[in-house]
């Protein structure tokens, strides 16, 4: 009896698995047409100034709407893409679409771009980045490339060598969720990075947590002594921006001061008050194509 539910347990279990590599192996088929489907699409999150509220960018965040599923959510299908190959086909569309999308804003916000450490394994990266921009006629210095440390963990060398001829074409780097990879104290000082990105986690337990904010505090004063400035990612609330005011971090990015929307949706709220709250000093975001 023990030994029945016990197989049939094993069988339960097993045909769940079944279900889920089948789901995994449909959706990594249907990845490799998504980009000549139309499929994807960007998202805008603003970036602003913690002491004046100015707007400093916008980071590119893919949206991959599937036919049957609907609206699939990047940690779902990234990995996959990733596993596949097809990260290299999605991630020239990302750069593409954003460089070009960035190129015809009339103002000189910068546009923040991920990328997969499979980007820098197999593509000649800074070839790509340089054509890419040539191609948009966006200036190096509006373009800025995201990487996480699992990027620089799966090849430090060729990781160190391909960012220095990205940064040699003037475009800048930063390093995302910093804060929860590994090495990251070695990370900063062997890579020339112009931003840290401070993960979501800290700012999430600001409130409650002394150590979330001792932390966030240390990497501030690390930032100013290494002169790199740094962005808080997630910031929620008023009281989390308020935080960020007093400890003197450079810049904020999070569902408080403007959530990932379409890009025309971007562009209307240029019209509209889209960051009201008294914290913020400067100029609004603000959006206009121009041409
Ligand atoms: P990320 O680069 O750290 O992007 C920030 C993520 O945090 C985004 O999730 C964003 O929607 C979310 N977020 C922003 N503000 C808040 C907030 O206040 N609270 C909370 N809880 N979340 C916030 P998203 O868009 O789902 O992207 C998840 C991850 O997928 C990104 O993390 C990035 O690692 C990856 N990703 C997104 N787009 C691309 C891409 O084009 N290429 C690559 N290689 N990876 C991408
Ligand atoms: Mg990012
Ligand atoms: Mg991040
Ligand atoms: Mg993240």
């Known amino acids: 009896r023990a030994k029945n539910d016990m197989s049939r347990a094993v069988c339960f279990y097993e045909s769940n698995m079944d279900e889920t ?3 995994r ?15 994807l699409s960007l998202h805008y999150q603003v970036q602003t100034s913690v002491s004046t509220g100015a ?14 599923r609907g609206m699939i959510a990047p940690t779902d299908f990234i990995p996959i893409a990733e596993e596949n190959g097809s990260i290299l086909a999605i991630g020239e569309w990302v750069l593409r679409t954003a460089c070009r999308q960035a190129a015809s804003w009339d103002n000189d916000h910068k546009i923040a771009v991920n990328l997969s450490p499979v980007q820098f394994a197999h593509a000649d990266l800074a070839k790509l980045v340089h054509h890419i921009l040539v191609e948009t006629g966006l200036s190096p210095n509006r373009l800025e490339l995201e990487l996480t440390e699992s990027t620089i963990v799966a090849d430090k060398f060729r990781t160190l060598h391909v960012l220095r001829q990205i940064k040699a ?3 800048t780097i930063a390093i995302d969720d910093f804060g929860t990879g590994y090495s990251s104290l070695d990370t900063l000082r062997s890579f020339p990075f112009d931003k840290i990105k401070l993960d979501r986690s800290f700012m999430a337990d600001v409130e409650r947590s002394p150590q979330a904010k001792a932390i966030i505090r240390a990497v501030l004063t690390l930032g100013r ?3 790199i400035p740094v962005l808080a990612e997630g910031v929620e609330t008023h009281v989390q921006l308020a935080i960020l005011q007093v400890e003197g971090c450079n810049e904020a990015q999070g569902y408080f001061l403007g959530r990932p929307q379409p890009i025309d949706q971007i562009l209307l709220a240029g019209v509209a008050d889209s960051v009201p709250h008294d914290l913020i000093l400067g100029e609004r975001p603000r959006i206009s194509v121009s041409g």
């Not at 192996?25 to 499929?39: P, T, W, Y």
């Not at 590119?60 to 049957?68: D, G, I, N, V, Y």
């Open 21 to 23: 590599a089948r789901a």
């Open 25 to 39: 192996r449909a959706l990594a088929i249907d990845l490799r047409q998504a980009v000549e489907r139309g499929e």
């Open 55 to 68: 707007v400093c960018g916008y980071e590119a965040l893919l949206r991959w709407t599937h036919p049957e």
């Open 169 to 171: 074409l003037g475009v």
């Open 225 to 227: 002594s290494l002169e």
